[in-house]
């Protein structure tokens, strides 16, 4: 178990490194570092330091401990980040829609409508699909700290 976001770096690179071409190491990295910098700036978000093996990285809210965002290094394929796994039911079907729309601006993966809210590193080594989901980032952790206070009360 990576107990720091270091340790957790360092076996997320290892991992994907084994999958990715010499030249896009330096990119994906990029694109790492980048929502790792924008995670640790967010008070509001911490690392949660899990029992994995496989080099996944997950941030979580602070006030709810709902995953936010996690990192997954896939086997032949670049890494994908995927927004509020096993938690999205927060989101109301227009928020998600919202989500889906924002994600699908910037990916030429299809997006479905009732699945994963997911983006692959690949797509987000352009600036501005990185900015744009981050920025929709920051809009789902309030969400997803709101609804899941509002769903344990209720």
């Known amino acids: 178990m990576p107990p720091t976001v270091s340790l957790a770096r360092e076996a997320f690179i290892a991992r994907m490194n084994r999958d990715t071409a010499h030249v896009e190491r330096p990119r994906l990295v990029a694109v790492l570092d980048a929502i790792l910098a924008w ?6 978000v911490q690392f949660r330091a899990d029992d994995n093996t496989k080099g996944i990285i997950r941030f979580e809210c602070v006030d709810t401990h709902a995953v936010l965002w996690s990192a997954t290094p896939r086997h032949q394929d670049t890494p994908v980040l995927e927004l509020l796994p096993g938690a999205s039911r927060v989101l109301s079907d227009e928020e998600r829609a919202t989500a889906i729309a924002t994600l699908g601006a910037h990916t030429s993966q299809v997006q479905d409508p009732t699945g994963r809210l997911h983006i692959g590193f690949s797509a987000l080594k352009n600036a501005n ?3 744009a989901v981050m920025d929709l980032m920051g809009e789902l952790v309030t969400k997803a700290g709101k609804g899941a ?3 344990s009360v209720a």
């Open 129 to 131: 699909a990185r900015t």
């Open 149 to 151: 206070r509002a769903k």
């Open 39 to 44: 995670s640790a700036a967010r008070p509001d």
